[in-house]
């Protein structure tokens, strides 16, 4: 979860967090969920010889419930004592044959070597024999205990033979890498492990294909037409909308699309869109310059690649960095923190040394341009986010982040064992 707090929201007093620390051959990395957990509660890592899922479980978690009850019944016999009553004798034989309990328990938590479980019981059993009365002996007999600790003996076993298994050879191999051995990302590759990094895994590193939707047809569609468009500007401002339509029909005709009700939807919405994008760029100040233009940069160890639809230069000589959406308009609001157009601007700085003050998103369903709100630290940010994906993909960290939202429109959701609906 991004908000370690909220996990422990349901907490009435305390809240136990645990991880299992891998054997001393393997690496030992502890996620960067886990670190902020620790930071925001200012906790200290206690390192257990047990594994500890939970409060009930394992010898030490066992100790201390008992303790618990043995102060407890201590307390009980004790009132008792002051007041005898015709039980009391069973009431004080039963409270020491608890302390016995926690004795067995202490020893059993403290025994040198790989003893197993039971052996170590029975030798422990045997010693108690010597000091319990016979009527303390028959409420050891009575008790529950012994086989409650072979049962959770084994049920960790299982466990842990259940995590052996569950872990994954290494893709180490199929990581998307460079020549050089560096990852290689994209806006696309950082915006969807940020989606869902188990997602991402499908895409980039098992390399599953994903159907594409008519959307995605269309977008593509759109954005070819606009680059021939303005790769083949038109001679005169009359020829100007029947050239885009003209690319238009072309294309549609030969990207395959067919006559269902959405798709003739989506070529009215084009269509009249079109015009507008033509009535806005015979008044815009701007003039492209550059067209599918690419970048590849260096954050830390990682290349960072991609490529911009559109540069324009403006009169007062600032270049603007341009991103067709055909998808549905965001307002400057919802642009608060997008992380594309930021990471453009310092493309625009590293890999093409020039400064792009603004960048902005061309709905062209919608004939408007939108730019994205810019702040001082963005280069910081998205190289932040940079290092932090890079990270979790050469650590091999792709936990699943499900929502019925996300995993509404992924493609993997027929194979992937966490989705949500
Ligand atoms: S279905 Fe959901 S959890 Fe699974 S990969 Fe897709 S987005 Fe992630």
Do not use: M
Not at 240 to 255: A, I, K, P, V, Y
Not at 365 to 383: F, G, H, I, S, Y
């Amino acid at each position: 979860p991004h908000d370690w707090s909220r996990i422990g929201w349901p907490a009435r007093q305390g809240l136990v967090l645990s991880r299992l620390q891998r054997g001393e051959e393997s690496e030992d990395r502890r996620s960067r969920y886990y670190e902020q957990a620790l930071a925001g509660a200012e906790a200290e890592e206690e390192v257990h010889d047990e594994e500890l899922f939970g409060p009930a479980e394992g010898l030490h978690a066992t100790y201390r419930t008992l303790r618990e009850q043995v102060l407890e019944a201590s307390w009980r016999a004790g009132r008792e004592l002051s007041e005898p009553r015709l039980d009391t004798a069973i009431d004080v034989n039963r409270a020491i044959a608890r302390y016995l309990e926690l004795l067995k328990l202490a020893a059993l938590a403290q025994r040198p070597g790989d003893e197993p479980t039971a052996e170590a019981i029975e030798a422990v059993n045997g010693l108690l024999r010597q000091v319990a009365t016979p009527e303390q002996q028959a409420e050891l007999d009575a008790s529950s205990l012994d086989s409650y600790l072979l049962d959770s003996e084994h049920e960790r076993g299982r466990r842990l033979e259940l995590i052996a298994a569950r872990e994954e050879p290494s893709l180490e191999a199929f990581l998307p890498r460079r020549g050089d051995g560096r990852l290689s990302l994209s806006a696309s590759d950082l915006s969807l492990y940020l989606t869902c990094p188990l997602k991402y895994k499908f895409a980039r590193v098992f390399g599953i294909p994903q159907e594409p939707t008519i959307n995605q047809r269309f977008g593509i569609l759109i954005h070819n037409v606009l680059e021939r468009f303005h790769k083949e500007p038109p001679e005169s401002d009359g020829d100007g909308l029947r050239q885009l339509t003209s690319l238009f029909e072309t294309g549609w005709r030969r990207t395959g699309f067919g006559s269902t009700d959405d798709e003739l939807q989506f070529r009215d919405r084009a269509r009249d869109a079109l015009r507008l994008y033509w009535e806005r760029e015979r008044v815009a100040e701007g003039v492209p310059v550059w067209l599918e233009r690419k970048f590849d940069f260096k954050v830390g160890d990682h290349h960072v690649r991609g490529r911009v639809d559109r540069v324009d230069r403006r009169p007062d000589g600032d270049y603007e960095l341009i991103d067709y959406k055909t998808g549905e308009r965001k307002t400057e609001a919802e642009l608060e923190n997008d992380l594309q157009l930021a990471l453009y601007r310092l493309a625009a700085r590293e890999a093409w040394e020039i400064e792009a003050s603004t960048g902005s998103y061309y709905y062209v369903l919608d004939a408007d341009k939108v730019p994205a709100p810019t702040k001082p630290d963005d280069a910081e940010r998205v190289e932040r986010t940079v290092l932090e994906v890079g990270e979790g993909i050469l650590g091999q960290d792709f936990e699943p982040r499900p929502s019925p939202t996300v995993c509404g429109w992924c493609d993997y959701r027929l194979i992937c064992p966490a989705a949500e609906s």
